[in-house]
């Protein structure tokens, strides 16, 4: 039998935010908060930085490197042109392709690591836990505990609209 | 009313989240009004005309352009250059604001956006066009192929290919990426089946997570800090494409920046157009305010005063040159001889026009807002204008001037741009949350 979770619902999240932090200073094991926006306070509370624009640097890098692999080898190595007189290895109009390349490759991979890191994509099928969640609603969600009576009473203290057990 | 104890009310009317919702999704989930068919039929209209023009270009080829030996380069760079200045706007707001902390870009942020990816699509036709065999551009592409060649790397021509399609890419992801938390609205409001269908697929399943949303802020600033310097990069690139040249008048240092101050100029005032109009269409002026207008008013009366002094600088520059070619394009062709007009047109509306942006009842005046940001877009193309046509047309040799003016078919493709360009906004303003609703509730919390 699939596990029940103890689902809050708020509509202000002053009041989720208090009850958050509630739960918090009592180590309750939290899973997450459903919500319509992006609150700050709510994200510092209940999850850790980021850790993809360490990822992106690396793609970053990669992708200076590489260019400048590929550039030389074309234009030193492979099909060398002087145009003008000017030296073949000229490495100012490198930077130029190597800037854009950066840019293009780390884009094109930090959003395919935040695709596969938050395990969204186009066409996934959508479960919102209430459809009113993109609207203006509010559900903390927390994992079984050994004091779920104790808890629901907290939530209800700090001002949850409703609480309720949910396969989630 | 919801105020910042230390900014001007970026949102009026005391909303909740609902109203919010309810407010700025009224114009997709209503009928259009009559004046959106208007506009997708004069929309139409003018994509038949470029379609046309499209299908000279093709068919007979570009010998159908009014361009000659010595005017290689006419409408079809000018509207390039345009087109790509005005596609600059977008990005620019929703980085830079996001690099300074102004939050007051995000009722503005996903419509500029919009007329970016549009503005851009419209620009990269007429390189493409321009090419005269559009079905052989992946050429300019570098991959190993059986002629054994490689692109010329120090080209500005091919950066501008990449900065070009880069640049695309990155707005298209910013755009999209930042409408996701609304296009999961949309999907679980939706009324019918198909809307139901195609929304949940573009959400990707969004469920309002705050670790998706942790993520996701995350992504929208890095790319936004990747964006910041292609923003630069694009414009500096089109700049080049001149500035390597040893045209008189085309070939000065000071063009990248120049170029760069002309695009988001023209791109603010094209915001500033668009805004106005949705403004008024949508009544939605609780998110949009006077105060949003006044700033962008500020932005545009800043960005005239240093277009007005890059033009002070290159004349001066021509002058301390001593190169009679230099001197004679800016002191005969362009300001008092074959070119004055468009020249004299050029400094009044982007140089002179906008300092009427002094007056704080100027700034807050819907009729002289909407007047200059026209007088500003038609002040630009004649700057492209100016720059492309009086250097090509009057150059080093007498004995190669000569006088340009476009065809039907050069017209013809500018106007189906704008085809382009209507038509795409009009379907975004039907099927897209024209403001950021998820930015909107979480800043007027923030500021509440």
Redesign the interface.
Known sequence: MAQKNIVAKFKDEGKLLKALTRLKENKVNLIDVYGPFANHDILKLLTRESRLPYMSVIFGLAAIVLTFGFLYYTSVIDYPISYGGKPIFSFPPMVVVIFFICILVTTIMTVLTFHARAKIFPGKPSSPIDPSVTDDTFFLVLDQNYNPEEIKGWLQEDGADEVTEKEI | MIASSIRWPMVTGDK???DI?NELLAPNETKPALWWYIGMTLGTIFLAYGAWAFYMSIAVGIGTWGLTNSVAWGWDIINFVWWIGIGHAGTAFTIFFLVFRQKWGASINRTAEAMTVFAVLCAALFPLLHMGRPWMAFFIM?YPNTR???V???SPL??DV??I??YL??SI?LWY?GM??DL??M???AKNKVSRAVY????????????????????T???GG??A??VI?VHT?VALDFAVSILPGWHATILPPYFFVGAIFSGFAMVLTIMILMRKAFKISDFITTQHLDSIAKVLKYGSMVIGLAYAIEIFIAWYSGVDYEIYTFFNARATGTFSTAFWIMVFCNAIAPQIFWFKKARRNIAILFAVSIIINIGMWFERYIIMISSLAQDFLPSSWTAYSPTLVDIGIYVGTFGIFICGMLLFIRYIPIIAI??I??FR??SN
């Open positions: 909740s989240s609902q919702t570098p054994l060649l490689w010329n790397f120090n091919f950066w990449l900065a399609s880069t890419l990155m992801t990426f996701i938390p999961a609205t999907r679980d409001r949940g697929f573009f959400s990707m399943g969004w469920n309002g997570s705050m670790i998706s949303f942790n993520r996701h802020e995350t992504l600033k890095i790319l990747l964006a310097p292609l990069s690139i998820n930015e509730k979480a919390k923030d």
